[in-house]
C-alpha cells in the first residue's frame, strides 16, 4: 500500500517540476522577489523604448502638476500607452503638454508649435507654444 501511494507522489513531484521549468516558475519567482516594482514596469513596458513607461513616471515625478498628461507613442505597432497606468481620475487633461513615446525627427514635424521640455533618447515632453 506504502510503496504504491510513495510512487504517486514522486510522479506527482516530477510532474509538478516539469511544469515549472516549462513555465519559467523558479526565474520569474526570482525576478520577482529581487526587482522592485518600477524595475519590473521599466523591464515589462520599457524606459524610452516599448510603451515608454521609464519616461513617464520620470516625467510625472519631475513635473507634479494637476493635469493628466496625453501620451502618445509613435510606433505602428504599439497597442497601447503608458497613460492608463498613471491616470489619476482627479486631474484633467490638458492640451497644453504631451508626452511623445518613440517619436524620431519626422514625426516630430507634427508638433512643430510645441517647445520641448524634456528629451530623452527619441522621448519628448513637450508644451504648446503661446501665441
Do not use: H, W
Amino acid at each position: 500500500m506504502f510503496k504504491n501511494l510513495n510512487s504517486k507522489i514522486l510522479y506527482l513531484i516530477i510532474i509538478l517540476l516539469f511544469i515549472s521549468t516549462t513555465f519559467g516558475f523558479f526565474l520569474n519567482s526570482y525576478k520577482l522577489v529581487k526587482n522592485d516594482y518600477s524595475t519590473r514596469m521599466i523591464l515589462t513596458y520599457g524606459d524610452c523604448s516599448k510603451e515608454g513607461y521609464g519616461f513617464t513616471k520620470f516625467i510625472n515625478d519631475k513635473y507634479k502638476s494637476d493635469l493628466n498628461y496625453l501620451v502618445i507613442n509613435g510606433r505602428p505597432d504599439a497597442f497601447t500607452t503608458t497613460q492608463d497606468l498613471f491616470y489619476n481620475k482627479n486631474k484633467t487633461f490638458s492640451d497644453q503638454f504631451r508626452i511623445l513615446i518613440n517619436y524620431d525627427k519626422q514625426l516630430l514635424k507634427n508638433f512643430e508649435k510645441f517647445d520641448i521640455l524634456e528629451k530623452k533618447e527619441n522621448c519628448y515632453f513637450i508644451k504648446l507654444l503661446n501665441d
